[in-house]
């Protein structure tokens, strides 16, 4: 019974963590239905920025949380301008938005790797926090509180941001029906282009406290990291903010519960659980249906 307490535990400190590194995923394809399979590649650039400013600029990582933000906007707000017109005119623009990512991925991968080289990079725990959390009778790392209570508001300031701000609400306009929103008034193109740059910087931004949850942060972890957030996003639900949440904690839990009952099998057993989401509530398990293109 304690070690079950202390995998959900640990769990939903991991099911935070999973939430606010998948989030920038699912509001990207909310809004513009782009499937950005370089999401984790971003996350990777936002480890390696952190570990810079730690031990150049000795920077806590909470702070290069912060940083990171202002220009990943700009850089999302160019990339969006510079990919609009071709995604625009296509047929399939999904399809076409997979195939362009997938080679923005292997660019940066490749750049990571030639200039910083492809060894692991960490950031000590000491950065944030000494010693351990103890809780319920049980000691847990203290970097795991610290990075599950960074995540809590960074999520909640996406959700502020989507339903508390004139520009969330034109956001969540054209998730729902961009043309619609375009009817309205709305500058489609414009809030597409703001929403693709803080979907890019919120994904960033949790890059700077990864290192911690994952072990390290090196050139080639890009590809599992967005496995990792399709995942989540999928079992909660597609273009659905909350179920972003809501998949991260299942997530989560069940990876660490499997760790501890079926140590062997524990890397698949999440994986399993998406299988069994797809294929007895393909919408996820709020159940939102995700709008046609």
Known sequence: MVLFEYAVV???LFGLFYAFLSIGLNLVFGVQ???NLAH???IMIGGFASWELYYTYHI??????VLVIPPTVLAGFIIYR???GPLSRAQDPEMLSLILFFGVSQILEALVTIFLGNNQRSIPDSSLVHGPVHFLGQSYPGVWWIVAGASIPMVGLVILYLYRTKLGTATRAIMADPIE???VGIDVRKVSAITFGVGLAITASVGAIAPFMIGGVDPSEGVNLTILAFAVIVIGSLGNI???VVGGLIFGVAFELAQLYLPSWSSLIPYVLLLAVLLFKPSGVLGKRVRSA
């Open 242 to 244: 909350g179920g972003t």
């Open 60 to 65: 806590s990582p909470l702070l290069s949380v």
């Open 10 to 12: 640990a769990g939903v």
């Open 181 to 183: 929103a375009a009817a």
């Open 40 to 42: 984790g590649d971003v």
């Open 82 to 84: 510079l990919i609009d």
């Open 33 to 35: 239905r782009i499937v």
